[in-house]
């Protein structure tokens, strides 16, 4: 059964502080994909980035990068000089392939940026 | 595009009253999904669909019903409502049925049962 963990339940930061959020996922398919979606205190989930399993390469989208290894089943996120618009709740979730369907989530990680 | 759809956006429900969470998508996706967010416990899947007449079973589909009747509906029916089932709800659709697109949400249904 697949399974995402998200260790860290709560982060708490200064603005400009650069932040890690972890993610260890649990699969027995060789080809699955990983998400990371955002949850801003409005509430709404926004998606930040899919990565399929056979692509390791990390990937940098402005202050927000993305470190992808099968090795140990991690796909951790970062953010480089955080702000206050970055506080919210994170979420890490597996998708095997053929599925059709289940996307399973990590229980979330909720990061405080503080002035 | 108004995207994935719900309503209501709140709703109180007394114990044992029934009622159906509404959810739309004007994609053309053939993949929908219902979620309940409960704190600490991440998002877990109650019923998906692949396309319309076709419907199955997540992680926690006790207590609730669906159907897909078109492409673009995808109600959840509570049947009995229990304190249990207060929760934050979310509908998702995506594209294709592989996997490998995200999924798109909606705004989230939040609901209380007394």
């Known amino acids: 059964a697949q399974k995402v963990t998200q260790a860290q339940t709560e982060i708490s930061v200064v603005e400009k502080e650069d932040v890690t959020l972890d993610c260890v996922y649990e699969t027995r398919d060789t080809t699955y994909y990983l998400f990371w979606y955002k949850q801003p205190p409005s509430g709404e989930l926004v998606f930040l980035i899919r990565r399929n399993s056979f692509d390791e390469q990390n990937e940098i989208s402005g202050r927000y990068s993305w470190n992808f290894q099968k090795s140990t089943s991690s796909f951790n996120f970062t953010i480089t000089a955080s702000q206050v618009v970055d506080s919210a709740v994170y979420f890490c979730a597996l998708r095997e392939i053929g599925t059709a369907s289940k996307l399973t989530f990590g229980t979330g990680t909720r990061l405080q940026v503080t002035l | 595009n108004a995207g994935v759809t719900q309503t209501p956006k709140f709703q109180v429900l007394k114990t044992g009253q029934s009622m159906t969470l509404q959810c739309a998508q004007d994609m053309n996706h053939e993949y929908m999904s219902w979620y309940r967010q409960d704190p600490g416990m991440g998002l877990r899947l109650i019923h998906y669909?692949?396309?319309?007449?076709?419907?199955d079973q997540g992680e926690v589909p006790n207590g609730y019903n669906v159907s897909r009747s078109t492409t673009e509906d995808f109600p959840l029916r509570l049947l009995s409502a229990a304190p249990s089932q207060t929760s934050v709800y979310f509908c998702?659709?995506?594209?294709?049925?592989?996997?490998?697109?995200?999924?798109?949400f909606g705004p989230g249904t939040r609901l209380t049962v007394l």
């Open positions: 669909s692949v396309g319309a007449g076709i419907t």
């Open positions: 998702a659709s995506s594209y294709g049925t592989s996997g490998m697109n995200e999924q798109f």
